[in-house]
């Protein structure tokens, strides 16, 4: 089974709403199987999450604000988290997008 990219940005916009930076399994919705969070998602962050810290230095942190009204902000920053996961995965694979 491949990793789908509206299932991980699902779950890390869930672990965002609870306050964390990297999801767990109850941030994946129910209707995704126990043994392919466990087996496949989990692990793929695991690994690419370990991959980024290897080859990024941290620099300061910047806040964004959002208008109050937006609805938006969790959902762009949760894409922005999944894109990076998935762009290492690849560069390390040594597939091009």
Avoid: C
């Amino acid at each position: 089974m491949s990793v789908d990219i509206r299932v991980l940005r699902d779950a890390f916009l869930r672990a965002q709403y609870s306050g964390r930076d990297i999801p767990q399994l109850s941030d994946f919705r129910s209707n995704v199987p126990v043994q392919a969070v466990e087996t496949i998602y989990l692990p793929f962050i695991a690994e690419e999450a370990a991959k980024l810290r290897q080859g990024f230095v941290l620099g300061p942190v910047t806040h964004i604000g959002y208008h109050k009204e937006s609805e938006r902000p969790l959902d762009v920053a949760g894409d922005a988290i999944v894109a990076g996961l998935l762009l290492s995965n690849m560069l390390s694979n040594g597939v091009w997008p």
